[in-house]
């Protein structure tokens, strides 16, 4: 589990960046809005482990 956290705070890094880079979020706001990032992407990431899809082909 420990890879997938490391994966998941990797990701909301790698978002954070291209915000600011995009213009979209200044540096000097990074600490308010990288919580809801990575809230997000672990939400994400852990609900789609636990209950993988139904997709699976016969």
Do not use: C
């Not at 890879?3 to 915000?19: N, P, W």
């Amino acid at each position: 589990m420990k890879s997938i956290d490391e994966q998941i705070l990797r990701t909301s890094k790698e978002i954070i960046v291209k915000f600011i880079e995009l213009g979209r979020l200044s540096p000097a706001s990074v600490h308010e809005s990288f919580r809801d990032i990575y809230a997000t992407v672990n939400e994400t990431v852990k609900k789609n482990i636990k209950s993988p899809s139904d997709d699976t082909e016969s």
